[in-house]
């Protein structure tokens, strides 16, 4: 198992990047690591990379900025290391790819390099929710903020499949985000959307109201893109003010200010981009995973992790499989 | 100041509304409450009733259930609570009006009998949420769940106002909720938002990630009615799933857990149904306060005090003003 890990993504790259593959490397000793750097960046960890096991470098020319369009990205920047860690994957010289950088340049050459698989008009960024009992996975988390009905179908379908692939869940509960429980609520989207999932193969429980998404209700969690990205991110900010509101508080209490902390990571870890590794990127033809842009070295590890478990279990090929390509 | 009560709206109903009522008239002299329900519902508090000041009771024929259609109920409704109660505010007999039932029923008679302001195309949700330093107003939670960019426009100028009156917030800073900060950033919706508000009479500061919801950076947060909702219930579920954790790891360290919930509500007070009393339905020639199903006594008391604040400071007629009509 080799995988392609863009050294110049995250916020504190390359350190993050290769400290994190040092820790996967150290985990596992079946796997072999590429990293994708500017020479200069990476000089500083050139012992550290040249001593480590199964750990290759390779010299690339450009990096993509964080706000750079993806219109241009695909014209300019073809020697950047999201480009050539992307070329890789696709002439089956690694098995994955893992990026903390710019989301849609990630998104925007694995389309145009690795392309869609037939049936799916639209990648989606599916990303794993704490709940009682493990996990629930929520797609889409903002590949696509305008959807067809359709493509939430396919959506719940592919959830299925990373729900059955990778966390071992036997028939898979689906939701609708919506605004309300019964059939008819809603806006045009979730309401043709409805319709759609009721056919599909998945086991569709109905629509989930925003409250219930920490309930364990359901394993897989369907929405748009755009209502997708906002629920992940207002719940990365709700976590953060009230660890900084235990943080002020605590001050008078020290110790027992550290038990309310340890007690509320312990639930939000699963919520944390920290400890899911990052989203993967569904719909395209190849294991790609997007980690967040402020990825430490412990989630550059999660995320290699993470993508290890999509190449193993055959995610990509159990939808290619699904949708008949 | 009169305010008309829904006596039947809460899951506890009338209970929660008739403590909620004798709970602000204890803390408000100058309030009158007219309790609008059954007489059969009302009868065990029939004695509290009568020896409370400034408490009148309407008898009411009828009850909206939770799952009836608006659309329905504004035929066969006409002598619930919710129809006579805000058939009061039209005819000037009380100044506003409060109900924990059927929001959509609150809506649509509210629509119908007081009307719109005129230049508001559809009403508005408005909802407070904790910040550092007091609190965010957001808008839209729910009334409208697929506006017109013009409508989230709009919202920030009632959002403005609310701000400015109630919160005494002068020139607020108003954001849209996106999925990114850069203006070209987001959806369809809010693409042609975004150049709409830069136009608004209002302190337009640019998008807003769902990740910065708390941090104070805005006083108005605009968004439309769908994610407004998700965005609210996402909130509430995540605070229940963390106060729940506390509580089955505090079973080892029983007053720790104790410390942990109280550090967590001073939190959560602020996005609490319970202490912010309710919605403020904006955009209707009336001030009326839509509250939780699940409101208690408390919330209820919440309510009718946010109902004065909305009525002393002329919050509708400023709305009015602005719209020129």
Redesign the interface.
């Known amino acids: 198992m080799k995988i392609a890990l863009d050294a110049m993504g995250s916020d504190a790259a390359p350190s993050s990047e290769v400290e994190g593959a040092l820790g996967a490397l150290a985990e596992d000793t079946d796997l072999g690591v590429v990293l994708l750097g500017l020479r200069e960046a990476l000089e500083p960890f050139q012992k550290a990379i040249e001593k480590a096991r199964n750990l290759e470098f390779v010299e690339v020319e450009q990096v993509v900025d964080t706000?750079e369009a993806p219109s241009e990205i695909l014209k300019t920047k073809t020697s950047s290391s999201i480009a050539r860690g992307i070329n890789l994957l696709k002439r089956g010289e690694v098995d994955a790819f893992v990026s903390a950088g710019n989301t849609g340049a990630v998104m925007a050459f694995s389309l145009f390099t690795l392309g869609r698989i037939k049936g799916i008009k639209r990648p989606a960024l599916g990303a794993s929710f704490?709940a009682?009992s493990g996990h629930t996975f929520v797609l889409d988390v903002?590949a696509n903020?305008?959807p067809k009905p359709v493509q939430l179908r396919n959506y719940a379908v592919m959830g299925r499949i990373v729900m059955e692939k990778i966390f071992h869940v036997p028939e898979p509960r689906v939701g609708l985000?919506n605004?309300g429980h019964?059939r008819g609520k809603?806006?045009?989207l979730?309401q043709e959307a409805y319709e759609l999932l009721q056919q599909a193969p998945v086991r569709f429980i109905g629509n989930l109201?925003?409250?219930?998404?920490?309930?364990g209700k359901v394993d897989v969690i369907v929405?748009d893109?755009?209502?997708g990205?906002?629920?992940?991110?207002?719940?990365?900010?709700?976590?953060?003010?009230?660890l900084s509101?235990?943080h002020t508080?605590?001050k008078k209490?020290r110790w027992?200010?550290w038990?309310?902390k340890k007690?509320?990571r312990?639930?939000?870890g699963g919520l944390n981009y920290e400890e899911s590794g990052g989203a993967i990127l569904l719909g395209v033809r190849g294991p790609v995973i997007i980690s967040h842009g402020r990825s430490s070295s412990h989630a550059i590890q999660n995320a290699l992790r993470l993508a290890c478990f999509v190449v193993r279990e055959g995610v990509v090929d159990a939808i290619k499989e699904e949708f008949g390509s």
């Open positions: 706000h704490p009682p903002g903020v305008d985000i605004v019964e809603g806006n045009q979730t109201e925003g409250s219930e998404v920490f309930c929405t893109g755009f209502t990205n906002v629920m992940l991110k207002v719940c990365e900010g709700m976590g953060e003010a009230v509101t235990l508080t605590g209490y027992r200010s038990f309310s007690v509320f312990d639930f939000i």
